[in-house]
T-cell receptor, first 116, second 114 residues
Framework: NAGVMQNPRHLVRRRGQEARLRCSPM?????VYWYRQLPEEGLKFMVY????????ESGMPKERFSAEFPKEGPSILRIQQVVRGDSAAYFC??????????????FGSGTRLTVV | GESVGLHLPTLSVQEGDNSIINCAYS??????FIWYKQESGKGPQFIID?????DKRQGQRVTVLLNKTVKHLSLQIAATQPGDSAVYFC?????????????FGKGTHLIIQP
């Protein structure tokens, strides 16, 4: 079991470009969560998805950010027209059941986004 | 503001000593708490969890204590080893509503000195 796989590990984008972050959940996990971590801070919840559905996006910025978890393939976090303030580590986690029943979260190693 | 926070940003202990990392939370509805360890360049790694119907839970070299009266959580690590050096986060979850994600504190950097 390879665990939660995120790629790329490091991503550099110029201001105004688009950033695409990918997350493949653990085998058997159908629930995916995205978190953002700014330097010297804890993780902040962004969005919770199941296959083809966004369940909770209460932590997602209203503009420029979107997430999807298609029927086939990894979950994608997309940031359009990136700004320097988007520079952070983005972590994906997956779990086998919904968060209010089984909290078996497993985190990936993250994608470090740097906007120059 | 933050509903979960830590009292000390950095904690330095001698190898072999016990360490205690503290965490305060403010959401009375929180009923599940997790301690994570994060090493440099890696994602958070689960250490131990506790539900609100318990006040203590033990794992291998780790113990989590929960005091719901004062909304306080602590992680005790016994006989610390160099590999314990990392940032430790507490996280909480409220099953009664709110976001479906965990709420994290800012973290305590544990430094193990030889």
């Amino acid at each position: 079991n390879a665990g939660v796989m995120q790629n790329p590990r490091h991503l550099v984008r110029r201001r105004g470009q688009e950033a695409r972050l990918r997350c493949s959940p653990m085998k058997g996990h159908s629930h995916v969560y995205w978190y953002r971590q700014l330097p010297e801070e804890g993780l902040k919840f962004m969005v919770y998805l199941q296959k083809e559905n966004i369940i909770d996006e209460s932590g997602m910025p209203k503009e420029r950010f979107s997430a999807e978890f298609p029927k086939e393939g990894p979950s994608i976090l997309r940031i359009q027209q990136v700004v320097r303030g988007d520079s952070a580590a983005y972590f994906c986690a997956s779990s086998p059941e919904a968060p209010r029943t089984n909290y078996g979260y497993t985190f990936g190693s993250g994608t470090r986004l740097t906007v120059v | 503001g933050e509903s979960v926070g830590l009292h000390l940003p950095t904690l330095s202990v001698q190898e072999g000593d016990n360490s205690i990392i503290n965490c305060a939370y403010s959401n009375s509805a929180s009923d599940y708490f997790i301690w994570y360890k994060q090493e440099s360049g890696k994602g958070p790694q689960f250490i131990i969890d506790i539900r609100s119907n318990m006040d203590k839970r033990q794992g291998q070299r780790v113990t989590v204590l929960l005091n719901k009266t004062v909304k306080h959580l602590s992680l005790q690590i016994a006989a610390t080893q160099p590999g314990d050096s990392a940032v430790y986060f507490c996280a909480e979850f409220a099953s009664g509503g709110g976001a479906d994600g965990l709420t994290f504190g800012k973290g305590t950097h544990l430094i193990i000195q030889p």
